[in-house]
């Protein structure tokens, strides 16, 4: 039996829609969600800036005494994973690789991906599907504003279908036999995008492949939770680094299961956890610093 949590994170509520397939895929597991919404959106920030972002992020979940984390950005998994994740004493898992592999298995010869300006620069969807198989076109499009439509709980708005119309309509003329939603934060707009194309079987979500990879590799780890002891399953914390009312209205849009959401500083956690590590060192344990 493992009942350490699971670490899953992302700039905002995208990853709720990761966390959502978890809960239902392994009931079993408990979970710690932070939402970096003092610094969304993560799609405009430079390498550096998302290296050390990603960097704290890790240390905190360290600190949480994770199992595993799932970088439930698809930002993050495409610019940072790949130099970050053996830097850990524990697995990081991110959203491209799985949903690669599904892609180049399958009987499909051109693809579409939209995601952030990030993402779609860094190239990950295409290099890793045609790591797989070459003869697969992949067309990527980069769609500033989406994220903090969704952010702004403006997905019910002219503002939006605009915006996803512009997007998709040119996948539609270049008669894509898939659309990857490279960004977590877009399941939430999925009814609109099946609205504008009259299909509900183009688009691909990440998530759900993902999260088959993650059970594969936590079973060969034996990292599971088999505990029969209702405290020690199934139990999920929420953080957020700024406004905890509006994560929750607008996370619950797509997963209701969401409750006492706290606000932190992962900055100031860690330095007082390093303070807390060097008096340790010289004089022995102090009490322990008291983080949510």
């Known amino acids: ?34 939402g970096d919404t003092a610094r969304i959106p993560y ?7 998302l290296f050390d972002i990603v960097v704290e992020i890790l240390d905190w979940f360290k600190y949480k005494n994770i199992k595993a984390v799932i970088m439930a950005c698809n930002t993050s998994s ?16 991110g959203l491209i ?12 010869k051109k693809v579409g991906v939209i995601a ?14 045609n790591k797989f198989s070459s003869d697969i076109e992949v067309i990527e499009t980069a769609c500033p504003g989406l994220v903090e439509i969704v952010e702004n709980n403006k997905i019910q708005t002219y503002e939006a279908k ?9 996948f ?6 898939k659309i990857i939603l490279g960004c977590t934060h877009y399941p939430y707009l999925s009814e609109i995008i099946n609205s504008i194309t009259v299909r509900d079987d183009l688009l691909v979500d990440p998530g759900e492949h993902l999260t088959l990879k993650v059970a594969e590799d936590l079973i060969a780890l034996d990292l599971l939770n088999s505990s029969s002891i209702p405290l020690q399953k199934g139990k999920k914390e929420f953080f957020v680094s700024s406004s905890t ?28 956890l390093a303070c807390y590590t060097k008096m340790s060192l010289v004089f022995g344990k102090p009490a322990k610093p008291d983080f949510p």
């Open 1 to 34: 039996m493992n009942d350490r949590p699971i670490g899953v994170f992302d700039s905002g509520v995208g990853g709720l829609t990761v966390l959502k397939r978890f809960a239902e895929e392994l009931p079993n597991e408990n979970y710690i969600y932070f």
């Open 43 to 49: 799609g405009e920030k430079t390498r550096a800036q």
């Open 245 to 272: 009312e509006m994560f929750s209205k607008v996370g619950r849009n797509f997963y209701k299961d969401i409750e006492d959401v706290k606000q932190i500083d992962i900055k100031s956690e860690l330095s007082n």
């Open 97 to 108: 690789q799985p949903t690669a592999e599904y892609i180049a298995y399958s009987d499909i």
């Open 116 to 129: 952030t300006t990030a993402t779609v620069n860094s190239k990950a969807y295409s290099k890793a599907i």
């Open 162 to 170: 605009d915006l996803v119309i512009r997007y998709i309509m040119p």
């Open 172 to 177: 539609i003329e270049e008669k894509v036999e």
């Open 78 to 93: 495409a610019v940072v994973l790949e130099e970050i994740k053996n830097n850990y004493d524990f697995p990081i898992f």
